[in-house]
């Protein structure tokens, strides 16, 4: 191939080629210019459609480990600190095994029975009132040398029967005995018997009651009947109970020695007011009786007060061992 054709056929294949490549004209390159804008911003919508779904789960996902902490809510304003919600039982308590927490006995409140405008039971010149005075100041004698000591009242005096625990309950007692002489139906021996709070079925405790509660002031027999159906449900029965065998046992086992035929009349459960609302163990013990001739003589002796002083006084002191016995054992 000559050289002037060489030339022309280059000449005529670069032509071509640039065809190829796109327009040449500077309209066509605009147009074309202009489509590839079109495309791009065409990729680029769809990217962030794409993006968007991850963009949101990110942002959600750091406003959430950014939360900040919702304030607590305000206390309410009340004396004493924070309000305490109401709590409701839906049925009566259920009777709590106080071993589990055995405590030493530090603190007695002993209660004379009667006094004042009520002498309890009398014959031949003695008073339940007086006797039961007499036999608390003995007792205290003998137990104040281990346990604080108080009585409800100190002279012969009216205390009313709800003030009797009250004087007990202020005073953080540990035990409450309430000293009382009996009165039992003719032709019946003089016997001994421990109470502590609780029902009765048989007439003749309930005659009892009557007679002790006849003092009681303010209460109706509802109110009786719903301070009772929670004390019975509650554990201290069952430490009242243990108190009041401890101190029927003792003084059964050391009167008898003086008059063989005292009566063991047990220990028993009756609805006595000045039980009522005792937060501690608390027993009413019929230390002997009036309608006993007998009795009556026994009981002019200083010595035989003395017997009854130092047989609760004895139980009493038993009742504190079997707690601290039992706190041994326990590890408490």
Known sequence: MSGPDFKRDLIEAAVRDNEAAGPSSPGARDEADAGRVRRQRRASRWSLLL?????????????????????PPPEAEVVGGPEVPEIRFTGPPEAVDVSVFPLPVERIVLDPGHGGSS??????????????LDIAYRLRNLLDDRFLVAMTREADMNVALDRRTLIANRAGADVFVS?????LPANRACGVETYYLGPTDDPELSALAEREN??????????LRRFLDGVYAQARQDDSRALATAIQESLYGRLRSENPDL??????????????????PAILAEVSCLSDAKEVERLRDENYLQSIAE??????????????????????
Request: charged share 15%.
């Open 51 to 71: 993006l968007l779904p991850v963009a949101a789960a990110a942002a959600l996902g750091y406003l959430e480990l950014n939360r900040p902490e919702p304030p």
């Open 263 to 280: 009566q063991d009349r047990g220990v028993k459960s009756a609805p006595f007011v000045v039980l009522i609302g005792a937060e501690m």
């Open 311 to 332: 047989a609760l006084d004895a139980g009493i002191q038993s009742y504190a061992e079997s707690l601290q016995a039992t706190a041994k054992l326990t590890g408490a």
């Open 214 to 223: 006849s003092e009681a002031q303010g209460y109706s027999l509802g109110d």
């Open 119 to 132: 002498p309890g039971t009398a014959a031949d010149g003695l008073t339940e009132k007086a006797l039961a």
């Open 179 to 183: 000293i009382h002489v009996n009165w």
